[in-house]
C-alpha cells in the first residue's frame, strides 16, 4: 500500500510516487490517510480504478474503543455494532434483473449491506500491496476477487439483459457494458473475448440457474423473473 517508490499501472500507463510539485496529483492512502503524489495529470477516481480493472476498497473499518485494559479481539473490535443492512441486500436481491439496476448501483447496495467486505481494506493495502492474508495474495486482491465473484453473481442472471457482453468485455467509466470494439487494445485478447461472447453455452448457464431456482421461466417463452429470496441467499452466500 505504501506507493512511494513503487511502481504500478494505471490507466494503461506506468507511474511513480514522486515529490509534490506541479503536474502532480494527490492520492489519499487507504490505510494512513496520508496524501502521496503520481505524476499522471489528473485525479486518481473510483472510475480510474475501474478503467484499471479493479474496483476501489471501502472505507476500512476501524476500531471500536473499549475501556482501557480490557482485551478485546481484534476482529470482534472491527465488527461490533457493525450488522447486515438487510435493506440494502434486499434491494440488490429484488433489483437484480432491472434494466435499469447497474452494475455501479449494485456494489454500492453490496458493499453497504455486508459490512465484512470492508475487512479485507482494513489492512489499508491497495494496488500492489505486500501479501497479508493466508492465499498468499494481498488483501487487495482478495477484495477484488470477492468483489468479482458478486458481480459474476449479478451478470449470470442479467444474461438476457446486459450480463453476457459485461462478462465478456468489462465495464466503461460509467460502470455500463463496454462495447465490444472498446474492450481491449491487444488484437489477441479481443478475439478471445469475442469468441467466447459467441460460441459460449449461455443455454446451460440458464437452466443451471432455473434448476437452482434462482431463474424462473417467464410464461409462454416470456422473459424470465427470478426469485428474490433465493437469490438474496445467494449473494449472502
Same mark, same amino acid.
Given at each position: ?5 513503487? /511502481?504500478?499501472?494505471?490507466? $494503461?500507463? %506506468? *507511474? =511513480?510516487?514522486? #515529490?509534490?510539485?506541479?503536474?502532480h496529483?494527490a492520492?489519499? !492512502? ?5 496524501? /502521496?503524489?503520481?505524476?499522471? $495529470?489528473? %485525479? *486518481? =477516481?473510483?472510475? #480510474? ?8 476498497? !471501502? ?6 474503543k ?29 433489483r ?16 453497504e ?18 501479501s ?27 444474461m ?68 428474490e429470496?433465493?437469490?438474496l441467499?445467494?449473494l449472502?452466500?
Amino acid at each position: 500500500e505504501e506507493l512511494r517508490n513503487l /511502481h504500478t499501472k494505471l490507466l $494503461g500507463q %506506468t *507511474v =511513480s510516487v514522486c #515529490d509534490k510539485g506541479e503536474d502532480h496529483i494527490a492520492v489519499e !492512502s487507504c490505510r494512513h490517510g496520508q496524501d /502521496h503524489e503520481l505524476r499522471i $495529470g489528473r %485525479t *486518481v =477516481s473510483a472510475t #480510474d480504478y475501474l478503467v484499471s480493472g479493479r474496483v476501489p476498497c !471501502s472505507k476500512p473499518l476501524e476500531l471500536i474503543k473499549v475501556p482501557v485494559g480490557t482485551c478485546v479481539p481484534m476482529l470482534t473490535g472491527l465488527m461490533r455494532g457493525r450488522h447486515t443492512n438487510w435493506k440494502r441486500a434486499k434491494s440488490a436481491a429484488f433489483r437484480i434483473r432491472d434494466p435499469n439496476y447497474t452494475c455501479k448501483s449494485f456494489h454500492e447496495d453490496i458493499v453497504e449491506a455486508f459490512p465484512e467486505l470492508r475487512l479485507y481494506c482494513s489492512s489499508g493495502e491497495g494496488v500492489g500491496g505486500a501479501s497479508s492474508v493466508t492465499s498468499g495474495r494481498s488483501v487487495d486482491d482478495e477484495y477484488q476477487r470477492t468483489i468479482g465473484a458478486l458481480f459474476a453473481v449479478f451478470w449470470a442472471m442479467r444474461m438476457d439483459i446486459d450480463g453476457r457482453e459485461s462478462f465478456c468485455f468489462g465495464l466503461d467509466e460509467a460502470w455500463l457494458p463496454r462495447a465490444p470494439s472498446a474492450c481491449c487494445n491487444d488484437p489477441d485478447e479481443h478475439a478471445r473475448r469475442t469468441t467466447f461472447y459467441e460460441q459460449a453455452d449461455w443455454g446451460t448457464l440458464r437452466h443451471l440457474l432455473v434448476d437452482a431456482g434462482l431463474l424462473v421461466p417467464g410464461s409462454h417463452g416470456g422473459i424470465d423473473e427470478h426469485n428474490e429470496e433465493r437469490t438474496l441467499a445467494r449473494l449472502v452466500l
